[in-house]
């Protein structure tokens, strides 16, 4: 009876000793240092993924705007070169070569404005930018989270008394915070390509 007692006693003691002693909070903050991390991935992958498809809706756009922008450009130039003077008038072939080359404007134009009604390339890359700076946040928040993450880990397995059940039970070690690659210390140069003088 009286060591069923003392059992009775001891057992929630104990409980609570080992709680305290961070038996439970060392791998949940380890797990969740580790799930952050796993979101900085997340991100890094998704901009990855999306970033190439967007740059080539982007130019794809650009592309087939530019290519009716030169159909336009040439058949204006080519109607352009059409010249009826006044003793042609009556001359019916030089009169269906002008007619023929204000149709191919016409239909150029036509095609044009059906396809087009706005020109949207201006608009994609403003798009686009908007979407690269969003990724770039996303993955700076993430990294951000994770170094937090990493700082609660850190600071649990180090102090008491959870630094007691991170030595005797884990064997912790401190995780690594998120570290910008050396060449990030430098201010990246913005160079268009131009030649500014």
């Known amino acids: 009876m009286k060591k069923s007692l003392m059992s009775a006693f001891l057992l929630p003691v104990a409980g609570v000793s080992l709680a305290s002693c961070g038996v439970n909070s060392v791998p949940t903050a380890e797990e969740e240092a580790k799930a952050r991390w796993a979101d900085v991935q997340t991100e890094l992958q998704r901009r990855s993924d999306l970033v190439p498809n967007l740059v080539a809706t982007v130019k794809a756009a650009a592309s087939q705007e530019r290519d009716v922008l030169r159909e336009v450009t040439e058949a204006r130039a080519s109607a352009n070169q059409i010249q009826v003077t006044g003793e042609q008038l009556t ?102 390509g131009g030649n500014a003088s």
């Open 91 to 192: 001359d019916p072939q030089a009169m269906a070569r002008l007619a023929e080359a204000q149709s191919r404007l016409t239909i150029s134009l036509q095609r044009l404005q059906e396809a087009y009604p706005e020109l949207k390339t201006n608009q994609n890359f403003l798009g686009l930018q908007d979407q690269l700076e969003g990724t770039e946040n996303r993955i700076g928040r993430r990294r951000e989270q994770y170094n937090e993450a990493v700082q609660a880990y850190n600071t649990r397995i180090r102090t008491f008394p959870d630094v007691i059940g991170a030595k005797v039970f884990y064997g912790a070690k401190p995780m690594a915070p998120f570290e910008a690659a050396a060449s990030a210390q430098q201010a990246p140069k913005v160079d268009f």
